[in-house]
């Protein structure tokens, strides 16, 4: 357990609105992730941040931009959200190993 | 995009009963890992593997590096209901040092009492 924490755990919007989701670590983790979940895909990096203000894309980066103002916040917005984006978000950190350490997740549904 | 391929995608056992799960992938990986994820909550690793043949194990798991650094196997023995839930191999490419991983679609495992 590497003290992370996401919030909002439960989030129910409509089409076309704006939503932030938050990654929280109390661990000093220079690395952070944010992955989505769908049945039948696993799970899917979307952008990643490996130092204060330095990000890059994942593979499923469309629709999705960050920003890491602090090395304990990463924070993941969906500037004008698609019911393609209903998924389970989770968050990831990482120091220097291989381990990458989750977050419980973030359940999205856009209607 | 890269992808694993991750075989079976279910499986439902007998408490007791061995389990074989495996990952195949048309790229080479220089690091596969295996996680699994209990119900609402977030993946944990289980085993990392880093030399092609490596065979590691973690109690009752053990998983191997495949020669051909495109494949892994993960083994549970003497299943128990607490094994349940869905388990993901992941590969990571060359010796990136962003640590992005590409991951498996998952085998969900039920295990009868």
């Known amino acids: 357990d590497a003290g992370i924490t996401q919030s909002p755990r439960h989030k129910v919007t409509e089409t076309g609105t704006p939503v932030t989701l938050r990654c929280h670590q109390t661990e000093n983790h220079r690395y952070m992730y944010w992955y989505r979940q769908d049945p039948g895909h696993g799970l899917r990096l979307i952008h990643y941040s490996y130092g204060v203000k330095d990000t890059d894309k994942g593979e499923v980066s469309d629709g999705y931009s960050v920003s890491r103002s602090k090395t304990e916040d990463f924070l993941l917005t969906l500037e004008s959200a698609t019911s393609s984006q209903t998924s389970v978000y989770f968050c990831?950190?990482?120091?220097?190993?291989?381990?990458?350490?989750f977050g419980p997740g973030t359940r999205l549904t856009v209607l | 995009g890269q992808q694993l391929n991750q075989s079976p995608q279910s499986m439902f056992i007998q408490e007791g009963e061995d389990v074989s799960m495996n990952c195949t992938s048309s790229?080479?990986?220089?690091?596969w890992l295996w996680y699994k994820q209990d119900p609402g909550e977030g993946p944990v690793l289980l085993i990392a593997l880093y030399k092609a043949g490596e065979l590691t194990s973690n109690g009752r798991l053990t998983a191997q590096f495949g020669i051909t650094r495109k494949d892994s196997f993960l083994n549970i023995s003497a299943s128990i209901p607490s094994d349940v839930g869905i388990y993901f191999c992941?590969?990571?490419?060359?010796?990136?040092?962003?640590?992005?991983?590409?991951f498996g679609q998952g085998t969900t495992l039920q295990v009868k009492p």
């Open positions: 990831a950190t990482r120091d220097y190993g291989d381990t990458q350490y």
């Open positions: 992941a590969g990571q490419l060359g010796s990136s040092n962003t640590g992005k991983l590409i």
């Open positions: 790229s080479i990986f220089n690091t």
